[in-house]
Structures are given as C-alpha cells and as structure tokens.
C-alpha cells in the first residue's frame, strides 16, 4: 500500500511528519485518498471550522472532509482546495443539544445509521480526524467499524456550563474506549476533560493558531474610512451571539462608557435568535443608540479590529481557546478579556493584555476606561501582545504540532500488528 515504506520510516527516525510524507507520494491522486477523513457536524463559520479550515488545507492533496450539515463551510473548504462532501446527518441527529441527555439516548438508532455512512467513505483514509462532540460519536463508531484510528480534536469544555452531566459522561467514556488520542486546543480543555472522566494518557494540547500575515499592521484611521465608520472610541467584540459569550456584558459596560461606540461582529450560528434580539433590547433599555453596530457575521475580521482602539472579549464561561483574542493581539490592539479557561493560557495580565473577571461590566468599563485614558501604555501592551500571539500561536506552530500528534497516532497504529491489520 502506498506510503507504508514513508510511515516505517517516519516511525525510526521519529522526526519527519507524516503529511509531508504523504503528500509526497500522494499529491496527484484523485480523489485525495490515504490521509485523513476530517468529520465535522457543524457546516456555519465558527471558531472550530476556521480552525480545521487551516489544517484540511494543509493535508488537501491526501485528505477530505465530510460535513454532517451544509453551510458556508463547504464553499471555504472549496475555495481553499480542499474536497469536501455533505454527508447530512439525520434530522434526529441534527437535533441533539449539548445540554440535552435524553435526547442524545434517543438519537442513538440515528447515529449507528450514520456511522455506518460515514464507515463507507471513510474507508479510502488511514484516520478519522473528529473535529466536534458529535462528529466524535459518529466517527468513532465508524472508525471500530472499519478498523481506522479515530482523533478527536477537542475544541470544547466538557464542564457543566456547557454539557448536560450524562452528555459528558456518554462522550467521556466513548472516548475512553475508542479513541486513538483527544487533542485539546488549551491545557484548560485537557484538564476539563480529565476532570470529566478522561483518561489523561489519551490527551495532547494543540494550540490554535492563527495566520498572522492575515493580520498585518493597519492604520486605526484608514480602516475606519475604508469601512466608512465615525471617528471616535470603539471598542469590538468578535464573536457568535451566544449566552455564554456575554456581548450582554459589553452593553453594560458601554453604558457607563458614554463617549465609546461598539462594533459587535458576529451572529447566532447556533439558533440562539432570542439572546441575539435580547441584545438589541439591552441596547434600547441602556439607550445606545447608534453607539452600537451590530454588524452581524464577517469575513474581514482583521480590518474591522484595526478599525477599533480595543478589542473585547467578555464570554461568562470558560472559553476552550478564544482564536478571537488571539486575532486582537495580532491586529496590534490591546485585548480585553475573560479570566478564565484558555485565555488565561493566552492573555497575561497587565503585559499582552488584560483580564477581568468573567461577568463584570463595571471591571471591564475600568480597563477599556484606564486604555483610552493612556494610550502610550495601551500601545505598549498591543505590541508586547501581538509579538506573543505571532510567536506562541502561529498556524505554522499548529500545523506542525498537529502533524506530530498525527504521526504518533500512526506510529502506535503499527506497533500493534493486529490493529494496522484491520485498518489495511
Ligand atoms: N469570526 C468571524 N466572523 C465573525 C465573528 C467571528 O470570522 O463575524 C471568527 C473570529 O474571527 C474567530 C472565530 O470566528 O476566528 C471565533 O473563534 P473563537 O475561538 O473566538 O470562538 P468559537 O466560535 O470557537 O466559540
């Protein structure tokens, strides 16, 4: 089979990367075969898609992605190379919440008829990449299958803010069981899912990581022209409306900033429509008026952070990452952010950024307050962010940690003959 030859080598050596590897042998083949199958259930723009966005494109001459749902995933998949197919998930399926347990028991009869779907196509690939909790539980059926390892890559908090109890252990376990390795996306992730029940073996942390050069340095006040934005203060929040993104603690911070405007980039990928029209309730009840945009969801993220003197993140749970703060410090402008979860792998306080306490307009109206208030000092804190975030989280950094973990799952794979049996 081809690339057997490449892996044994890769596995004395220990150092090259498999999809360097891979693709060598590889790239002319259609359709793109002998990588990896990525599975996502989601087909909106959300962090995690964005995320695996970078890495399908990285291995698109071996590997491809099914998406359990149809959206403007696919089309960005498309225009960066990559084959894709909407494998749409049964209407049951689609249904299951994270919060909801009893739902997920009754989903089960759907996800076997999936997952023998998903075993079909998976089969031209040596390893199934899941990219979300559901794509999880699909592929990892699908991977016992038909023999393939299966990664989960964990982009989410398994915690109670997020999962209903029996949610976490019914993944926890299956992960447990039939999972070659869970990559996090922060250390705050892993521990998370140890806490949940996972085994800590299984885990590896992989950074997100962001392309700076799509964040080059930009002038505050052309980025305004350019959008035909008004002058003045503004800060930006960058992320889908949510609950637990908190853009409601921005409104009440706002309302005691009365000189600062507010960009709010993002929407409701995930029917959340009433917290959505909450926000523009919060903004009449505060009197904002035209003091706040809703700009609702965007692909020029960069020039719209360059076109705000603060970059705000203000999530009342634990965020997994926050690519979102990453990409502030990358626009050069100091971030404001949540103390918890990832970020706090991110941000350190008072020298790339700085925190408050999740939940507190008052805390978060002082610090944009104290960085409008002392603009040598915010630039200071922008350029010592951005120097980090271009070194710490870089896609290539991520990239080439992906890479390794992928290896290592191969590796394993033909250390125990019986198992690379099965997946031949
Ligand atoms: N984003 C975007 N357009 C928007 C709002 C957000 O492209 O209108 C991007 C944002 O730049 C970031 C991602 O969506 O890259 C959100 O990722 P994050 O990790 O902050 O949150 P998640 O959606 O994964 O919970």
Known sequence: MPGRGCMLTLCAAGRATWSACVAGEEATSKPPRDGILFVDHAGVLGGAELSLLDIARHYRDTSAVVLLADGPFRPALEEAGVHVDVLLAEPRLRAVRRSSGVGGALALAAVMRESRRLAERARLYRLIHCNSQKAFVVGALAGRRIGRPVVWHLRDMLTADHFSRIGRLGVVRLANALAARVICNSQATADAFVRAGGRAGLVSVVYNGIDGEAFPPMDREAARRQLDLPAGCTVGSFSRLAPWKGQHVLLDALAQLPDVRALVVGDALFGEDAYA????????????????????????????????????????????????????????????????????????????????????????????????????????????????????????????????????????????????????
Request: with cysteine.
């Open 277 to 424: 029209a909450s926000l523009r309730t919060l903004c009449e009840h505060h009197r904002l008026g035209d003091r706040v945009r809703f700009l609702g969801f965007r692909r020029d993220v960069p020039l719209l952070m360059a076109a705000c003197d603060i970059v705000v993140h203000t999530a009342v749970a634990p965020e997994p990452f926050g690519r979102m703060v990453v990409e502030g410090m990358l626009s050069g402008r100091p971030v404001v952010a949540a103390d918890a979860g990832g970020v706090r792998e991110i941000v350190t306080d008072g020298r790339t950024g700085c925190l408050i306490p999740p939940g507190d307009a008052g805390a978060l109206a002082v610090a944009i307050r104290a960085l409008l208030a002392d603009r040598p000092a915010a630039d200071r804190l922008a350029a010592t962010g951005r120097a980090w975030a271009l070194a710490r989280f870089s896609r290539d950094r991520m990239l080439a940690d992906f890479d390794q973990v992928i290896a290592q799952v191969m590796c394993a794979r033909r250390r125990t003959p019986a198992a690379a049996d099965a997946a031949h």
